[in-house]
């Protein structure tokens, strides 16, 4: 099934996951720019925080919705998925 979305809900999408991959960068430069840590432990203290996975999952669920592989897709465009 080839869901089809209209051109505004694809600029919507794109924002969302350009905006969630920005920040998620931004984010880890920030974090390793100011550490006081080893890297290593910086780096796991990062994906540590719930908001940190929290935007990871929203900016891979925007960019897969986006692209043309339909077995990822199909998952992420599931409304059971999109609605929990």
Known sequence: MELKYPRAARKLLFVISLLGWFALLSQLYLILQNRV???????????????????????????????KFKS?????????????
């Open 37 to 67: 840590a080893p890297v290593f432990e910086t780096v796991i203290r990062y994906f540590s925080f719930f908001t940190i996975l929290t935007n990871i999952l929203v900016a891979v669920c925007a960019t897969m919705l986006l692209q």
């Open 72 to 84: 990822v897709k199909s998952y992420f465009s599931n409304g059971k998925v999109l609605n929990a």
